[in-house]
């Protein structure tokens, strides 16, 4: 079953903004994963915050985590037409082998 | 990370047979898992492939429909058995690292006529 949804499933966005994708859980985690696809190839591993963290930054990419509201947000800065892709949170809850992943958001960089 | 690898990286079968899909890393894994992505959708957990003992599955995946094996630490297989239209989707391994980074093989993209 999906632990995780991503909000908004779509966006659509000028090139050089920023954007901002959400996504929701429901259950205690250890840690929570983001990832890209590209037009249905493998998954890119964006980054991991850990459940005792707030705050990640990986080049253009900020993640924040807020566990007492089960929900995370990955902020692409200065989108590039390359960022292009579907999005998808994972998370790893405690006890639990292997990731649930969210529904995903579509990111679409208008040049 | 590690390179994970996958053979086949897409195929057409035909309703009732089978494919084997292999999963290959270029170092030694304890965690290696399997996951479906069908059409248009997110991805979910069939099973954690475990060395040296049976396959762990979740709900609503079982043992005779996806025979998984895991021989040693760096390669796995996962079966896709009696297929029909239905299993039309991407097939995709992947290994835990010593972080809990969780990393994905290419995916086989697997069409059932």
């Known amino acids: 079953s999906q632990q995780g949804e991503e909000d908004p499933q779509a966006l659509s966005i000028q090139e050089g903004e920023n954007a901002t994708m959400n996504c929701s859980y429901k259950?205690?985690?250890?840690?929570l994963q983001w990832y890209r696809q590209n037009s249905g190839r493998g998954l890119v591993h964006l980054i991991l915050i850990r459940s005792n963290e707030r705050e990640k930054h990986s080049g253009r990419l900020r993640v924040t985590l807020d566990t007492s509201k089960k929900s995370s947000s990955l902020l692409i800065t200065a989108s590039r037409a390359a960022d292009t892709a579907s999005y998808f949170c994972?998370?790893?809850?405690?006890?639990?082998?292997?990731?649930?992943f969210g529904k995903g958001t579509h990111l679409i960089i208008q040049p | 990370s590690a390179v994970i690898s996958q053979k086949p990286s897409r195929d057409i079968c035909q309703r009732g047979t089978s494919l084997t899909i292999q999963c290959q890393v270029d170092?030694?894994?304890?965690?290696m898992f399997w996951y479906r992505q069908q059409p248009g959708q997110s991805l979910t957990l069939i099973a954690t492939?475990?060395?040296?003992?049976?396959?762990?599955?979740e709900s609503g995946f079982v043992i005779d429909k996806f025979p998984i094996s895991r021989p040693n630490l760096t390669f796995s297989t996962l079966t896709v058995s009696n297929m029909s239209p239905e299993d039309s989707s991407i097939y995709l391994c992947s290994v835990e690292e010593d972080h809990n980074e969780q990393f994905f093989g290419p995916g086989t993209r697997l069409t059932v006529l």
């Open positions: 170092s030694q894994v304890t965690m």
């Open positions: 259950t205690s985690i250890n840690n």
């Open positions: 492939a475990n060395q040296g003992s049976e396959a762990t599955y």
């Open positions: 994972a998370t790893d809850v405690f006890r639990v082998r292997g990731l649930t």
